[in-house]
């Protein structure tokens, strides 16, 4: 066996920051079917579908510590090979853990690998029937529920929609979330603000929940549940640390030149710092991450 | 309802490729004595396709040898390491690997040490004949034995409790000639070294007696302590 030469080309760079969307590459889809009668809010134009087109996702996600989470991509992958889309898209998921934190984590990263836009909506802040399709019409002004704002202001029909606090909402509003995220009735959902049908069928749906068995009937049916939490492995521990590390150096701009020493140490780990962090809950453990690799980053500037 | 959705064939077979699961192994090329770290893409059991990580040459072959096996115990790291390594490079692991091999082989070269020293000690300490008083049911004994051992190698027995003491007399200003009974013992046997001992032991008797020194009586040589 002979080994080649290895290009130590900044790999890294394909795993920590977005790649850019270049326009001529990426797949577009006009969602609105018809011509409202009110504001479309640029709706009747094509918008794109993002992300990289399949399982290198899987590949370069890099949370093992989720169970299941690589499996499911991977799976979810090979059964969208059939349908062959070129974009990022899967299957309505539950992540099921602690806190609202741990979930933005996990949907941030892989809304960062994959390349789309998140967003984060907080179902319990909704009104009763914000996401209704139909109804009596009061006087108060009916604007798009957020999906769509998403889907208009971030130019995109494949955005990663992540839906926090559901267990503090209105009941109905997890059934109309189910009616959002199945995979025939999306296709064709009335937008009563619009007076229009929109395809949500690409939205990437993400459910955050305490417990999947408290979610409503209509939801548990329709999702994937993936428990995320803090891992017991210490291996696991540090892969999610090392995920957290990629996050804080995105969101901070710190490139791999500044912090590269400090985040290396995670191989030996010689003061135990990393080890002791790595039992942190997601909110904790990004703030002391992006504390210790900003220090690491100083220290190497003066 | 798809505008430009559609992929077109060549594509899709990068899809193929790009799709399956990943995972991060150490290989070891002896004899360029190599190191490499390569990202496996593996389908259904099979490795689908690989690409290098890092690699790394030893200009000796034994070096790339411990490295490597030092890397096949820790197979439960490969994936932390691999994609540390994506994003770091391999340098700080291959320090680490090095300052903890040299601590292993120092910390086995240490435990080599002492169990030498113990061994030599144990050595030295049997080179020594110490002599003990032992007591069999009814009997009366005194044996010679080395250092470190709870079993003496010879016994003289006796059967009354006079009889042995009469011998003492006479055996304990003898402490210095221990090693000389025991090489004598190991030349002729157990019966001549007592016979000896005995004829030695009446002989010394005799010359204290004719010297005026002896007590009489049972034990004559209890006021005897040894030549000068």
């Known amino acids: 066996m002979t080994i080649a030469e290895a290009e130590l080309a900044p790999i890294w760079r394909n795993i920590a920051v977005i790649p850019r969307a270049s326009a001529e590459a990426n797949p ?6 018809g011509s409202p009668a009110g504001e479309s809010f640029g709706l009747d134009r094509p918008l794109d579908l993002l992300g990289s087109p399949s399982a290198d996702c899987a590949q370069r996600i890099g949370m093992e510590w989720v169970p299941g989470l690589v499996e499911f991509l991977a799976n979810d992958t090979r059964h969208r090979r059939h349908v062959e889309r070129s974009w990022f898209h899967f299957a309505p998921l539950a992540l099921v853990g602690h806190t609202d934190d741990e979930a933005r984590f996990v949907a941030r990263r892989m809304a960062r690998v994959a390349g789309v836009p998140l967003f984060v909506m907080d179902a319990g802040r909704l009104q009763p029937d914000a996401l209704r399709r139909s109804g009596a019409r009061g006087p108060e002004l009916v604007v798009p529920p957020d999906p769509v704002i998403a889907m208009a202001s971030a130019r995109c029909a494949n955005p990663i929609v992540l839906v926090l606090g559901l267990g503090g909402a209105a ?9 959002m995220l199945d995979p025939d009735a999306a296709r064709r959902w009335f937008c009563r603000s619009m007076d229009a ?16 068995h ?8 329709r999702l994937e549940p993936l428990s995320i939490g803090v891992p017991c492995d210490p291996t696991e521990r540090m892969l999610r640390v090392l995920a957290m590390a990629l996050e804080v150096m995105a969101d901070h701009d710190l490139e791999i030149e500044e912090v590269g020493p400090a985040l290396a140490t995670i191989f030996d780990d010689p003061d135990g710092e990393w080890s002791r962090m790595s039992g942190l809950a997601a909110g904790a453990l990004y703030e002391a991450v992006g ?12 | 309802m798809r505008d430009t959705a559609e992929i077109d064939p060549s594509a899709r077979e990068d899809i193929l490729a790009g799709s399956g699961s990943i995972e991060y192994e150490v290989r070891l090329d002896t004899a360029s004595s190599t190191i490499g770290m390569f990202r496996v893409v593996g389908r259904n ?8 990580v890092w690699t790394r040459t030893w200009r000796h072959r034994r070096h790339a040898a411990s490295l490597f096996s030092w890397m096949l115990d820790k197979r439960g790291k490969w994936l932390l390491w691999g994609r540390l390594g994506e994003v770091v490079g391999p340098d700080r692991l291959l320090a680490m690997a090095a300052s903890e091999i040299s601590e292993l082989r120092a910390s086995q070269a240490r435990d080599l040490l002492k169990k030498r020293a113990k061994a030599r000690k144990a050595k030295a300490r049997a080179l020594k004949i110490y002599s003990f008083l032992v007591d069999r049911h009814g009997e009366f004994g005194i044996d010679l034995r080395r250092g470190g051992e709870d079993k003496g190698f010879f016994v003289i027995w006796f059967r009354q409790n006079w009889e042995r003491e009469r011998f003492r007399d006479w055996w304990r200003p003898q402490a210095h000639r221990f090693a000389d009974f025991a090489a004598f013992f190991e030349e002729q046997g157990p019966r001549a070294l ?12 005799k010359r204290v007696k004719l010297a005026g ?16």
Not at chain 1, 197 to 212: F, K, P, R
Not at chain 1, 214 to 220: E, V
Not at chain 2, 213 to 228: A, Y
């Open chain 1, 28 to 33: 577009t889809r006009t969602v609105m079917q």
């Open chain 1, 171 to 179: 009941a109905r509003i997890g059934d109309d979330i189910a009616t």
């Open chain 1, 197 to 212: 049908v929109i395809d949500l069928g690409e939205i990437n749906w993400m459910v955050a929940a305490s417990n999947e």
């Open chain 1, 214 to 221: 408290a979610l409503p009937t209509s939801l548990y049916t």
């Open chain 1, 291 to 302: 504390r210790h690799l900003l220090r690491a980053a100083n220290a190497l500037r003066f």
């Open chain 2, 45 to 52: 059991g099979a490795s689908f396709a690989e690409y290098p």
């Open chain 2, 194 to 205: 007592e016979r000896k001992l005995l004829a030695e032991m009446q002989e010394t008797e």
């Open chain 2, 213 to 228: 020194l002896s007590s009489g009586g049972r034990r004559p040589l209890r006021f005897w302590r040894g030549d000068e």
